[in-house]
């Protein structure tokens, strides 16, 4: 079983930057993926940026130039730095790991507001 933990999540002014961490713990065979998914209020999940095991990354059309995401492979987390946001990045913020099967953690509330 794989456990999922995000934190970073919190209230920032348009423009401003926040960072997401996301760490796996637990038994772990071999992580595949990592990646962020994001769900705004009345809006389906979508994602926002997948890292593979070979490092390579996709984003979103949305938060291309402005978000990035890394790794840790030695730690199993996964990192979001989210420059420039704006009011349509609120979300809850939801991380997944792709073991065996998918592994999902709680979700961080990202709230951007003046």
């Known amino acids: 079983q794989v456990q999922v933990v995000e934190s970073g999540g919190g209230l920032v002014q348009p423009g401003g930057s926040l960072r997401l961490s996301c760490a796996a713990s637990?038994?772990?065979?071999?992580?595949?993926?990592m990646g962020w998914y994001r769900q705004a209020p009345g809006k389906q999940q979508d994602v926002v940026a997948t890292?593979?095991?070979?490092?390579?990354?996709n984003y979103a059309n949305s938060v291309k130039g402005r978000f990035t995401i890394s790794r840790d492979y030695a730690k199993n987390t996964v990192y979001l730095q989210m420059n420039s946001l704006a009011p349509e990045d609120t979300a809850v913020y939801y991380c997944?790991?792709?073991?065996?099967?998918?592994?999902w953690g709680q979700g961080t509330q990202v709230t951007v507001s003046s």
């Open positions: 997944t790991v792709g073991e065996l099967r998918p592994y």
């Open positions: 637990g038994t772990i065979l071999s992580i595949n993926f």
């Open positions: 890292i593979n095991s070979d490092g390579s990354t």
